[in-house]
DNA sequence: GACAGAGGGTTTTTT
DNA sequence: ACCCTCTGTC
């Protein structure tokens, strides 16, 4: 489909006028066409004023894309002109101007999770609690989750003892979040639909904006929800566009019933579906319907495809996760083969543990890869050193970053004296930038402390004198000389201390990004300016455009699409996940939704992979396939072993093959039985070869031929084949003992 | 103040 | 298995 042209229902609501509007759009069926569209329609043909329009998304990387595409349709002028962001950068920008009317000075500080968990502790020794008996994290959960819902520590009821103690950790917490003139990701929602709520300010807010549009809205919470619905209060012109199937975020907070009320709460709503799917073939339309129709309780809608059938999905059985990654090596290079670009074929897997054994894989097979997620820059902690003085600059009230420099680079200021500095501050309701100014009256700080306390506060003053006068690049440049940061690095004359030199000059190279970035958008670049964009903008690894095959996890893989797409490990426990908890059925739900979301990221190929046997945790987990590989539906897929896989049954027993990736890097054949696939009793279709009944669970063991096992007598073994004496056995070959008769409960995985 | 070893905890992750 | 944090020692 050309840019040009709108189907019947993405005209419908790209043209809707006033009022209420709830899309739904099922994956691939151009959603944020719609939305690019539907805002170039109000400005072309309803007059209204760009700036008066705010469109939210949830992350930096789907605003920049709905930039980039509004700035095609639209011209340059009239897309920098409209309000594209995320909820959270939306709300910074309305607190930095109407933050004054709940007490909030324009140059707060948006502290991110670690200041947040640092604000924690000190709560909990405010309170004189253990760090133990209440673990910052989930202090800071139970938390988020009151403020994820509207409720302040007045709101949160007590109910209990543990529940008080909770209340007042709360209490502390925003007490001192206050006092530092900061405020957490969920305050920046919280306090603007205080704003709107409750105070004359909240009506100059709502004046700014005739139409709101919202982005992935199955994902907002139950905060964003009621800010929202504050927000259009006079007009109700919000539009919602989202797909309740493909909501994966209620564990942190999200409500798929926002998306399924929305009906209820806007009765004269217009309600558009989108069903038509336009990036996927038919084969890949139809496995991904399998899963997601078996889902309990969603929208009804009818997902289809014009494309054509396409390749059937593999389905591969691998011995383990070495084996696994020399498959998935081996599916790339036959993907590149056909012609497909290394950047159109990405890696999923469910969980971040998985990446490093495919990592090495890659690595040894020298494919081009990029990992997203994982460890982040602006976590590393010389960044976050560099960040906290030039935070301090800013805003002198954030002990936060006070503390976490007060002794970096070693200036002599040891615990002692910094406990002293903090309890004299807490006893005299003060900051500790200002403390350090009061220093000689801290009766129980000796003289030789005071003096380099006096001296650090002289530091201090120096950064913040530059940090008024320079450009951020020239500030962080400045701080790191006067501080003495690079020269203590270089003289460690370590690698790992090179590393962070150059972590430091790459920090300095985002900031002339941004610097550049700023004026281009006619905005005054500021270290303030660049502070928040740190804080709101974690993508620094973002898609680039080497050719490089992508890894990440199924939640990364979100509002992206690849040609080829391989999901590994689909396994039960995996894919689904199971977690410490006993899953409810909720989290299941929300599993399925995800496969979903991962299945329907594909365009042409389909490949999933899962092992028998699996080191993960440091523990090794015995696999039966993931519930979803038997819920594609018949015709869909074709079931493959690797040569691995079904060497297991055969030759060298017994040698430990300690596996290279060439050896494991052996193409993939069929089995030698084709697997068939015929409907189970329950209607659901199930593979002979790998759902078979001839498997014994036992402690979590399946035992089949080839399954190695341990018996406390006769050591490692190899099972032979299955027997019935009326409860689970085997007959196992046991070297130096010979073929045993055991029952399966006397087995362990060997 | 640096470093080694113990201990705890591990889904997913944006902002 | 691994990683980060805390603690105790030199």
């Known amino acids: 489909m050309s840019d040009a042209e709108l189907n019947e229902p993405q005209a419908a609501a790209a043209a809707h006028a006033k009022g209420p509007l709830l899309v739904f759009a099922g994956a691939g069926s151009g959603k944020t066409r719609v939305i ?20 939210v998304t949830f992350t930096n990387k789907a605003a920049g894309e709905m930039r980039i595409r509004l700035e095609r349709l639209c011209g340059a002028e009239i897309a920098r002109s409209l309000w594209v962001g995320t909820f959270h950068a939306t709300c910074a920008k309305l607190l930095r101007v109407h933050g004054a009317a709940i007490g909030l000075q324009p140059n707060f500080l948006i502290y991110d999770t670690a200041d947040q968990r640092a604000v924690v502790a000190r709560a909990l020794d405010d309170l004189n ?91 907002t919470n139950a905060m964003q929800y009621r800010f929202l619905r504050e927000l259009v209060k006079a007009h109700k012109n919000l539009c919602v566009v989202g797909d309740d199937d493909q909501s994966i975020y209620r564990w942190r907070g999200a409500d798929v019933r926002n998306i399924r009320g929305f009906r209820h709460d806007y009765a004269d709503a217009t309600v558009i579906k989108l069903e038509q799917n336009y990036r996927s073939s038919k084969r890949i339309v139809t496995a991904a319907l399998g899963v997601i129709s078996r889902s309990e309780e969603r929208e009804p809608k009818e997902l289809w495809t014009a494309n054509s059938d396409g390749d059937p999905v593999r389905v591969v059985a691998a011995r383990d996760e070495r084996d696994e990654a020399a498959f998935v090596v081996e599916s790339i ?22 990446s490093r054994v495919l990592e090495e894989g890659l690595r040894a097979a020298n494919i081009a890869y990029q990992v997203i997620g994982g460890a982040k820059f602006y976590e590393r ?40 500095l903090t309890a004299w501050a807490t006893a005299n309701d003060t900051a500790l930038f200002d403390a350090l100014a009061r220093v000689e009256e801290i009766g129980d700080i000796g003289a030789a402390a005071k003096k380099k306390l006096r001296g650090f506060r002289e530091l201090l003053d120096q950064v913040r004198e530059v940090a008024q006068s320079s450009a951020a690049s020239a500030v962080l440049e400045r701080v790191l000389a006067l501080t003495g940061y690079v020269r203590t690095l270089e003289d460690e004359d ?28 006619g905005e005054d670049p500021s270290v303030a300016g660049f502070l928040e964009r740190v804080t709101l903008v974690s993508d620094v690894d973002e898609l680039d455009e080497g050719g490089r095959v992508v890894l990440m996890t199924v939640h990364g893989a979100k ?28 989290e299941l739900e929300e599993e399925r939704r995800l496969a ?39 015709g869909v897929a074709e079931h493959q072993a690797t ?31 084709p697997p068939s696939t015929t409907p189970a009793p329950d209607g659901r279709f199930v593979d002979h070869e790998f759902f078979d009944d001839r498997t014994h669970d036992v402690t979590d063991m399946p035992l089949r031929r080839g399954t190695r096992v341990a018996h406390d007598r006769f050591g490692q073994g190899e099972v032979l084949r299955l027997v019935n004496v009326g409860e689970p056995a085997v007959v196992a070959f046991f070297p130096g003992w010979g073929e045993k008769k055991i029952l399966a409960r006397f087995l362990k995985p060997g």
């Not at 993907?335 to 998985?354: C, P, S």
């Not at 420099?405 to 002599?412: A, D, K, L």
């Not at 040698?655 to 890097?665: C, F, G, Q, S």
Request: net charge neutral.
């Open 381 to 420: 902690a010389e960044v976050k050193d560099a960040l906290a003085y030039l935070r301090i600059a800013i805003n002198p009230r954030s002990d936060v970053d006070l503390l976490r420099i007060v002794n970096v680079p070693t200036r002599g200021i040891g615990d002692t004296t910094v406990q002293r």
């Open 129 to 219: 609690l253990d760090e133990r008996r209440y673990p910052p994290r989930a202090v800071l959960a139970h938390i988020h989750k009151h403020k994820q819902e509207g409720r302040g520590p007045e709101e949160a009821a007590s109910h209990s003892y543990i529940d008080d103690v909770a209340l007042r950790l709360f209490r502390a917490y925003e007490q001192r979040l206050r006092a530092a003139n900061a405020v957490d990701f969920e305050d920046l929602i919280l306090l603007v639909a205080r704003l709107l709520e409750g105070t004359p300010e909240g009506d100059k807010i709502r004046s700014r904006f005739d139409y709101v549009l919202v982005d992935e809205f199955q994902d």
């Open 596 to 634: 979903y979301v991962a299945i329907t990221r594909a365009r042409r190929h389909l490949v999933m992979t899962h092992t028998q046997m699996r080191q993960i945790f440091g523990r090794t987990r015995w696999n039966r396939p993931s519930r979803f590989l038997g819920e594609l539906p018949n």
């Open 643 to 673: 040569a691995a896989m079904l060497g297991e049954h055969r030759s060298s027993r017994y040698v430990d093959r300690e596996p290279d990736v060439d050896a494991m890097a052996k193409p993939w054949r069929h089995p030698q039985r």
């Open 559 to 586: 509002g992206l699409e690849f040609e080829c797409v391989i999901m590994t490990g689909m396994e039960e426990e995996m894919f689904p996940y199971k977690g410490i908890d006993p899953g409810e059925s909720e």
């Open 36 to 55: 690019t569209y539907r805002i170039a329609n109000l400005v072309a043909c309803e007059r209204v004023p760009p700036w008066r329009i705010l469109a």
């Open 494 to 521: 370590t690698a790992e201390a090179d590393a962070r030199i150059e972590n430091l000059r790459e920090l300095g190279g985002s900031m002339q990004d941004y610097e550049a970035e700023a004026q281009a958008a």
């Open 333 to 354: 290079r036959g993907a590149r083969a056909q012609g497909t670009e290394l950047r159109q074929i990405a890696v999923f897997y469910r969980v971040h543990a998985q």
